[in-house]
């Protein structure tokens, strides 16, 4: 019910000639909703002049004799949405005083209506609002999904519910004239449906694979070449992909008659090819001792039924994972010959060079100053056995070079004068017992 106010202030007067009365009237616009009772309470001030009668008008004639009313504070309903002027004659033992007036825009009342699309808590549900009767411009709709947890503002809304069961979803509809009117219905959410158990294939370069998917005989499964794809690309607990020239990721998904959806799992298509598995050397190819023993194998695992090793330097191994003991510094290229459980054969082959680590270390920064403090630049190679090294400025000019290992440089120049404090490039070459070329150069801070 919407109760509106007419405010009305009466003055007395008294003159030699008579009786003088006048009526002041503030009446505002009013709103009401369809349906609805608007009540039309009067507040009245008076002087002397006592109130006897009140004579209303609605402004409805369609509502018959209800479109009347003698009472002081009377409530009206109105059936049809438009603006209606409404009168009040007030009448006091003087006699009739005056007739004020007001007019009432009735807005539509909503009967709303929703639609639920979706009943498994795996995927949000979406709520949609219908009006069945009324324009919606201006309308203000709000969402309480029941779970105690989530609400929405907006026709159109999708919600996550965190655990299957039943749930009381509420509708509140407001229109423009504030006419608020609520619907609810009741949503049952089942449960995800558990995932399918998928089994892969291994396969030759340019065959099909064919994937295979286990779940309960009341499911149907759904095959997706990405994880958030829309359009499947094949059904059913077999599937057979395209040919295949590299490894191939796919995904299946469980629905149930109800149209829920499990998780999304991934299987592999696996090619044996040159693309899929590499050649690994350990502990790898920069090693501190030479007499450290090299392991080889084929990665990541594959079903391989025979392996021929050629480690380029005369010798070959059949064994799955070949140790390599007798190795120095150098270049070398190693191949294997692979077949696997199906017949496959490949062949791969690595490029690599074996180095000893020189342990070459030096400073970034030494301060010449005399403090005792880093005032010489000195280097780490112990395992260097030609050495050479030179120490240069921006523009390429050599401020000290040397060939012995032991070398301490004090900062000062060719000259014997003191080199300017800034950045230097300190270039370091030299050959190992193996007499394999090493060298390395870095950036040098000399402070003043």
């Not at 395992?383 to 000290?400: A, E, N, P, R, S």
Request: charged residues 20%; aromatic residues 12%; negative net charge.
């Amino acid at each position: 019910m919407i109760v509106s106010r007419f405010w009305i202030s009466m003055l007395t007067a008294w003159m030699c000639l008579g009786v003088s009365l006048s009526l002041h009237a503030n009446t505002p616009r009013l709103t009401a909703c369809v349906g609805e009772p608007i009540t039309f309470p009067t507040q009245i001030e008076a002087v002397s002049a006592r109130i006897i009668s009140y004579a209303w008008d609605f402004g409805d004639p369609s509502s018959g004799p209800a479109n009347f009313s003698d009472l002081e504070s009377p409530s009206h309903i109105y059936d049809q949405i438009g603006e209606y002027l409404v009168s009040l004659t007030i009448e006091s033992v003087l006699g009739p005083m005056d007739t004020i007036f007001t007019k009432v825009e009735v807005f539509p009342r909503p009967q709303p209506d929703f639609w639920i699309d979706g009943v498994c808590v795996s995927s949000p549900t979406k709520f949609g609002a219908e009006v069945l009767r009324g324009t919606t411009g201006g309308w203000i709709w709000q969402w309480d999904f029941g779970d105690g947890k989530g609400s929405a503002v907006g026709k159109q809304v999708a919600y996550q519910y965190s655990d299957p069961g039943k749930y009381e979803v509420t509708l509140k509809v407001i229109s423009r004239g504030g006419c608020e009117v609520s619907a609810t219905d009741t949503v049952n959410l089942l449960p995800a449906p558990l995932g399918p158990r998928l089994t892969g294939d291994s396969i030759c370069f340019g065959d099909r694979a064919l994937l295979l998917a286990e779940t309960a005989d009341s499911v149907q499964i759904f095959w997706y070449e990405q994880m958030s794809d829309t359009a499947a690309i094949g059904m059913g607990h077999r599937f057979v992909t395209e040919p295949l020239a590299f490894s191939e990721k796919y995904y299946a998904e469980v629905h149930t008659g109800q149209l829920c959806r499990s998780v999304r799992k991934s299987i592999t298509a696996a090619v044996f090819s040159e693309e899929d598995v590499s050649i690994r050397i350990d502990p790898g190819v920069v090693l501190e001792d030479p007499n450290t023993p090299l392991s080889f194998s084929v990665f990541p695992e594959q079903p391989i039924q025979s392996y021929i090793w050629d480690f380029g330097n005369g010798e070959s191994s059949q064994a799955a994972n070949p140790v390599w003991n007798n190795w120095s510094p150098g270049q070398y290229e190693v191949s294997v010959m692979l077949q696997n459980s199906k017949g496959c054969a490949l062949t791969l082959r690595e490029s690599f060079t074996l180095q000893i680590d020189q342990e070459i270390k030096f400073p970034e920064a030494f301060s010449p100053n005399g403090d005792g403090i880093q005032d010489e630049f000195f280097i780490s190679a112990p395992k260097l056995k030609v050495f050479y090294l030179k120490v240069l400025d921006d523009f390429g000019q050599i401020w000290f070079e040397t060939r012995d290992r032991l070398f301490r440089w004090d900062g000062m120049g060719p000259d014997g004068e003191p080199a300017p404090a800034g950045f230097y490039q300190v270039q370091v070459m030299g050959n190992d017992e193996y007499g394999t070329d090493l060298g390395i150069q870095g950036s040098l801070m000399l402070l003043r």
